[in-house]
């Protein structure tokens, strides 16, 4: 039996296709609602927080303090002690907190530290997204043979961080992009590459 959110949507860990079972994809965490949902990290956090009540500390600052952690270690600023960190407040919410809605809040993270510990690793250790969700930490290209010289991610990019003459392949200057994936967003050529 797999617990539920509001509207009947059941929470399950096990059965997400494979790609969608990355923590980073899924938002750390992967259910059977539609995909727009588990898209966004941080999503079931974000939910118990403006759900609680407020009447148990651990589920109303314990909650938040794991959220800013995930959203550091997807912005690229991971530190060692954040494994830890996240199963020790995931535990302690869960045991400490009096309903339903606290006990189950760190679930999706510390199943997920269990089984895609590795991609926390990569996060933290490596300053890398295996999924390539996470866009900080992704490096954007160009696929020459699939670029047309179109011009719109250079229209696009605020940064000026794409360069090209009309009608060849551009490039992007990885130092200068802020990654912000408008370029992937307005490529209408699958040109632009997150590696
Ligand atoms: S665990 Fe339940 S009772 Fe406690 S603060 Fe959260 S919502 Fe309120
Ligand atoms: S939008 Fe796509 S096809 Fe057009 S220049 Fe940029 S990468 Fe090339
Ligand atoms: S990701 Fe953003 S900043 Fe980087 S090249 Fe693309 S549009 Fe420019």
Redesign the pocket.
């Known amino acids: 039996m797999h617990p539920r959110l509001p509207g009947g949507h059941a929470i399950d860990y096990d059965r997400s296709p494979p790609p969608a079972r990355s923590w980073a994809r899924a938002g750390w965490w992967s259910w059977t609602i539609p995909p727009a949902w588990w898209t966004s990290p941080g999503f079931f956090l974000h939910f118990t927080q403006n759900e609680s009540c407020g009447k148990c500390t651990f589920c109303r600052i314990g909650t938040k303090r794991m959220l800013e952690i995930l959203e550091r270690i997807c912005a690229g600023g991971g530190k060692p002690e954040d494994v830890n960190t996240l199963a020790e407040l995931g535990e302690q919410i869960r045991m400490s907190s009096l309903c339903g809605l606290g006990q189950t809040a760190p679930n999706p993270v510390l199943t997920t530290l269990r089984y895609f510990h590795d991609e926390y690793e990569a996060h933290i250790r490596d300053g890398k997204c295996p999924a390539k969700v996470c866009l900080a930490l992704v490096e ?1 290209g160009i696929d020459p043979d699939k670029c047309t010289g179109c011009g719109l ?1 250079v229209r ?2 605020d ?1 000026g ?2 360069s090209g003459r009309s009608k060849e392949a551009h490039r ?1 200057d990885g130092s200068r ?7 992937l967003t307005v490529c209408r050529f699958d040109a632009v590459r997150k590696g």
């Open positions: 954007f991610c696009a990019c940064a961080a794409i992007i992009c802020v990654r912000c994936g408008k370029c």
